[in-house]
C-alpha cells in the first residue's frame, strides 16, 4: 500500500502552486477532445539510487542541464541535493534548513537560470524571494541564501500573491497572480520583472467557486506555456504573451467539478515533449500505479508510461534523453529512457 501521508503531501503542493482556469478569452481558441489514451506502455525505472544518500520519501525533481536537484521535502538538515546525471555522481547538498540568516524552510516557487546555475525560491520563513548559487553553495558547506526580491513587489497593494515562477530571463518571470478581492479568490497569469517589482497580468483567469486548479510548466524556446488541470482532465497551451491558443480535453474530461478526483498533479517539459503524472483515482488510498502521459508540444497524446510506484516528481534530461522520476517505492529514484 502506498504511503498517503506522501500523497496528500504531494497533492498539496501541487495546490499551492495551482491556478485556476481561464476562460477562452477573445479570439480563436481550437478545442480538441481527446477520447483514448490507449497506447499504454509498462515501464520499470533504471535505478539510481546506489549513486544517491538516503533521501526521504517527497522528493522533487529539477534538472539544470546536466546536473538535477532533488528537494527533500522532509528534510530537516539540507533540503536540496545535486546529482551528475552523465557520471551518475552525487555532487552535494546545500540549503541548510532553519529559520536564521541564509537558512531556508517551507521552500516553494522554484524557477532557475540554468545559464548561471543559479536556483530561485520563495523562502517561506521570511516571505522573500531568494538565491542559491549552485556551484558556490556547493563548494561552501557555510554558504547562506541571498534575499534578492523584497515582499513588497510580490505581495502588492491590493494583497496580488505571485507564485509558480518560470524563469525566462534577468527581467521576465513567467507566474501565477493569486488576487484575493472580496473574499473571492481570483487567479491570472502573469509577468514579473525582478528587477523593477512590475507585475502584469496576461490572461484573466476564473475564481476558486470554479474549481478549476492546474499545475504549469514554460518551454520559453517553444513559446509555450502549458496548463495542466488538477481538478479536470484538460491540457491548455497558452503563448507567452498569454494568448490562449489551444484546449484538449481527455477521455475522462466531466464539465462538472468533482472535488473528490484529482487528475494530473505533476509535469515537465523536454526534448519537444510534455510529461504529465495523472491519477484519475478515487480515493488516493486506493492508487495502485502512475501513468505518465506524455503529449508533443501541441498536445498531440503520443503514448501513456505505467509504473507500479507512485510519482513524485519528474525532471527531463536533454543531453541523454532519459526522463528521471522519484518515486514513493523501490527503487526510489531512476529514469525511463524516452529518445
Not at 533521501?55 to 536540496?80: C, E, P, R, S, V
Not at 479568490?185 to 528587477?195: A, D, R
Not at 527503487?331 to 529518445?339: E, K, L, S, V
Request: glycine share 10%; hydrophobic share 35%; aromatic share 10%.
Amino acid at each position: 500500500m502506498l504511503r498517503i501521508k506522501t500523497i496528500t503531501l504531494m497533492l498539496s503542493a501541487a495546490f499551492m502552486l495551482a491556478l485556476c482556469a481561464c476562460g477562452q478569452g477573445a479570439g480563436s481558441v481550437q478545442t480538441v477532445h481527446q477520447s483514448e489514451r490507449d497506447n499504454i506502455e509498462e515501464v520499470t525505472l533504471v535505478s539510481i539510487d546506489d549513486s544517491l544518500p538516503p533521501l526521504h520519501n517527497g522528493t522533487f525533481l529539477w534538472m539544470l542541464g546536466d546536473t538535477m536537484i532533488m528537494q527533500d521535502l522532509h528534510a530537516t538538515d539540507w533540503l536540496f541535493h545535486a546529482f551528475d546525471v552523465r557520471k551518475k555522481r552525487h555532487l552535494g547538498h546545500f540549503g541548510k534548513f532553519g529559520a536564521g540568516p541564509g537558512e531556508v524552510s517551507n521552500f516553494g516557487g522554484q524557477f532557475f537560470d540554468s545559464r548561471n546555475k543559479k536556483f530561485y525560491g520563495l523562502n517561506g520563513n521570511s516571505l522573500k524571494i531568494v538565491r542559491l548559487d549552485i556551484d558556490s553553495a556547493l563548494a561552501d558547506p557555510a554558504y547562506k541564501a541571498v534575499n534578492v526580491i523584497d515582499t513588497k513587489p510580490v505581495y502588492g497593494e491590493n494583497y496580488d500573491i505571485l507564485y509558480d515562477f518560470h524563469y525566462i530571463n534577468d527581467s521576465l518571470l513567467i507566474c501565477s497572480v493569486h488576487v484575493p478581492y472580496n473574499h473571492i479568490e481570483e487567479f491570472h497569469l502573469g509577468h514579473f520583472n525582478p528587477k523593477t517589482g512590475e507585475k502584469r497580468i496576461i490572461d484573466n483567469l476564473g475564481h476558486q467557486s470554479t474549481g478549476n486548479s492546474n499545475v504549469m510548466t514554460v518551454s520559453p524556446e517553444n513559446n509555450l506555456i502549458a496548463l495542466f488541470g488538477i481538478t479536470f482532465d484538460r491540457l491548455r497551451l497558452f503563448d507567452l504573451n498569454g494568448n490562449h491558443i489551444k484546449t484538449i480535453t481527455g477521455p475522462d474530461y466531466q464539465a462538472e467539478y468533482d472535488q473528490k478526483t484529482h487528475y494530473f498533479i505533476n509535469l515537465t517539459a523536454g526534448g519537444g515533449k510534455l510529461f504529465g503524472v495523472y491519477l484519475n483515482q478515487i480515493p488516493i488510498a486506493e492508487i495502485t500505479h502512475s501513468d505518465i502521459i506524455i503529449f508533443d508540444m501541441h498536445g498531440n497524446y503520443l503514448k501513456t508510461l505505467r509504473l507500479e510506484d507512485q510519482v513524485i516528481g519528474l525532471a527531463y534530461n536533454e543531453s541523454t534523453g532519459r526522463l528521471y522520476v522519484s518515486c514513493d517505492g523501490d527503487p526510489q529514484f531512476g529514469y525511463i529512457q524516452i529518445d
